[in-house]
């Protein structure tokens, strides 16, 4: 029960720095994962698109943009090393009409200043050459673009972690910190551990972590839950095609991806998740939605894109609409080519004046760090934040 690093969370940001960290350090420090569920990987990181991110999008030098281009390349090499499936089956994204051309040149751009390799800019014409269903005016083709489970991932890191020494505990909800000078006390749901050192990886619970650990977050988690339908005539789709995103949000628009298991999905789109956890319509949380509207960053974010926000919504309710934006893709789609399929929720990181916290949040104070957000693609850069946290880690607390 005790050891010298605890990490809380069996997600693959967790996951990946326990892998990290057992990579760099010797084998005199015990590490171990803490995961409240009974599996591995099952909350974002086991809901998600697949989808092993170029870094096309993100400000340039941010940790989004430089760790996803690195994790992305460090993924690929630790999935041909370890027979993870994967394919790099490139992308288009796809301006629909001349009003989306100028957003898509900044993307092209920023692609070009995150060094980005395999870009080609694409007319309307060259786009069908990748998807001959697809309809669009101008698009960026990105060939280091590609597929794969991130759970399968995720799982590979912690098999590597353990078969090294490290140890993986599921079913311990951490539920309380008790800080000592030399150590801190760690109550699950179950037992006690103490350890020297925490790393708080805990996803959508990321900032209750924080708070019961005693820090004063900025921002607080919200959930929004992205749900996807299945493509029934897979043919439409060869690999993936991607609109051009909304900039003010930081999703990037219900789009076609070909999943590594060679189910094509469609979506995710973003609706308010009244429970973290919840992979429903219905699913609800008097506590998660409470936390939500008394936080004044979540009530200044929806009075702001309150339209857009309705729209969002129904979305989620209406086939048709749902169908309408994927048709802004490939016109031929019909409401038969389509069928409900599952959902998976995003933590996003919401600051005290309404806007969404633009890039990933460490945070170190005493003898913790706290991951306060990991968004996408922190799947994709996984390795890289596993990297940069556990470098942290060796510096703040000076471990050898
Ligand atoms: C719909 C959707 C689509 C996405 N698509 C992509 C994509 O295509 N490519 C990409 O790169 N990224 C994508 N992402 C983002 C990516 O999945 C996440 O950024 C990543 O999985 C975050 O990993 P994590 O370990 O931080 O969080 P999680 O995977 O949520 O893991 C956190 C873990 O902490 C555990 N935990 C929480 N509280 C406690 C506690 N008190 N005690 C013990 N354990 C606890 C949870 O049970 C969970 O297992 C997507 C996300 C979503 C939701």
């Not at 945070?363 to 799947?379: G, R, T």
Request: net charge positive; charged share 25%; proline share 4%.
């Amino acid at each position: 029960m005790n050891y010298d690093i605890i990490v809380i969370g069996g997600g693959i940001v967790g996951l990946a720095t326990a892998y990290q960290l057992k990579e760099k350090l010797s084998d005199k420090y015990t590490i171990a994962v803490l995961e409240k569920e009974n599996t591995l990987a099952n909350h974002q990181t086991g809901h998600n698109s697949g989808v092993i991110h170029s870094g096309i999008y993100y400000k340039p030098n941010s940790y989004r943009a430089k760790l996803c281009v690195q994790g992305r390349r460090d993924l690929v090499q630790f999935a041909k090393k370890y027979n993870i499936p994967h394919d790099i089956c490139g992308k288009v994204i796809v301006a629909r009409d001349k009003s989306e051309i100028p957003y898509l040149e900044t993307i092209y751009q920023r692609g070009i200043e995150n060094q980005i390799e395999g870009l080609t800019l694409l007319n309307g014409e060259q786009i069908k050459e990748y998807e001959p269903h697809c309809v669009g005016v101008k698009a960026i083709h990105v060939a280091c673009t590609g597929i794969i489970n991130f759970k399968a991932v995720a799982e590979k890191y912690a098999e590597i972690f353990s078969a090294k020494g490290g140890v993986v505990l599921l079913n311990e909800k951490v539920k309380n910190f008790e800080r000592k000078t030399e150590h801190t006390i760690i109550d699950t749901d179950k037992n006690t551990y103490t350890a020297k050192y925490i790393i708080a990886c805990g996803g959508l619970q990321s900032d209750r972590l924080a708070l019961l650990y005693g820090l004063k977050p900025l921002t607080r988690i919200v959930g929004f839950r992205g749900e996807y339908y299945e493509l029934v005539n897979k043919e439409k789709v060869k690999n993936l095609i991607y609109p051009v995103p909304n900039p003010k949000f930081p999703w990037l628009g219900v789009h076609f991806t070909r999943m590594i298991n060679g189910e094509v999905e469609c979506g995710p789109n973003a609706v308010f998740a009244f429970k973290r956890e919840g992979y429903t319509k219905t699913a609800f949380s008097w506590k998660d939605t409470l936390d939500a509207l008394q936080f004044k960053g979540f009530r200044k974010l929806t009075t702001k894109h309150f339209s857009y926000g309705v729209k969002e919504q129904w979305r989620s309710l209406s086939k048709k609409a749902f169908l309408k934006s994927l048709q802004g893709l490939i016109p031929s789609l019909t409401i038969q080519d389509i069928h409900p399929g599952r959902a998976g929720v995003r933590a996003l990181a919401v600051n005290p004046d309404g806007t969404i916290a633009d890039d990933f949040i460490f945070e170190h104070a005493d003898n913790a760090i706290h991951v306060l957000n990991a968004p996408s693609p922190a799947a994709t850069a996984s390795l890289a934040i596993g990297d940069t946290i556990s470098q942290m880690a060796i510096e703040k607390f000076t471990l050898v």
